[in-house]
């Protein structure tokens, strides 16, 4: 597991130095010190002697969307038309706002860039009435869809814990209002969808197939994500056995999203 540090005083090639003893994330502080991920393969003592530094200030990582993405602090990132900035700091209009939380869904792990490359293709063909974001987390992928112009949107969570994140992330963005938010899975609601986000684990994706594909609408969308490339072909059998049809898939970093529309 990687861990922190804290280095005072430097040289000015320390920051480069610790990227190339393999730094997760790095960055200089405002008082002449750097600040350092590294990965656990590089110990403490490995790194003050390669740096010539004997004070290192050591402390544990915090690692966001379950632990699968390591920064030293949240970030603003760009995918697609859609900007994601950490709440209080500054922001354009149309920017997402998200807080600082255990809840999966920062935009930085490769499973939600894909979901959201993928809406963000469907708002500018043409948004959906409504989406549903089954395993909302912070509800990155709803708050995007309301975002984009999509007029409502109701995400779901087995995580009590998630549910507060995301309420809190609608609140801070206006968009209380317009996001509905429920505690379970898909067999705990009723109604049909236009589009339709799964971003969970093979496991649950398969396990929840005959009850999600009857939330999907009229030959709606359902876009399932979180699945490594390895197991892509299990999940796809197991939606197509159900009568969804694969329309396309997209892939990063290992990390495939499966894009099916009802064949009904």
Known sequence: MPYRVE???????????LIDLGAIDAESLGDGGVAALMPDRVPPEQLASALGINDISVSP??????????VLRPQAIRIGSLRIVPAGTNAEPYDLKLIDAAAFGTGMHPTTALCLE??????????????????????VLALAALLMGV?????????????????????????????????GGPESIS???????????????????????????????LVLSGIPASV?????????????????????????????????
């Open 151 to 183: 007029p409502r949107a109701l995400g779901i969570d087995i995580d009590g814990d998630a549910l507060l994140v995301a309420a809190e992330n609608a609140r801070i963005n206006a968009m209380s209002d317009r996001l509905q938010l429920a505690h």
């Open 61 to 70: 990582a915090i690692g966001r969307d379950d632990g699968s993405v390591w």
């Open 7 to 17: 280095l005072c005083k430097v040289r000015d090639e320390t920051l480069d130095r």
């Open 118 to 139: 993928v809406l963000d293709e469907a708002a500018q063909n043409s948004a959906p009435d409504s989406v549903l974001d089954v395993g909302t987390g912070s509800g």
């Open 232 to 264: 892509e072909r299990n999940v796809d059998d197991a939606y197509r056995r159900l009568g969804m049809l694969r329309v396309h898939a997209t892939a990063r970093a290992g990390w495939v999203a499966l894009v099916m529309r009802a064949s009904w």
């Open 191 to 221: 109604g049909v969808w236009p589009l339709v986000f799964a971003n969970v684990l093979p496991a649950p994706l398969i396990e929840m197939a005959p009850t999600l594909v009857r939330r999907v609408g009229h030959h709606g969308q």
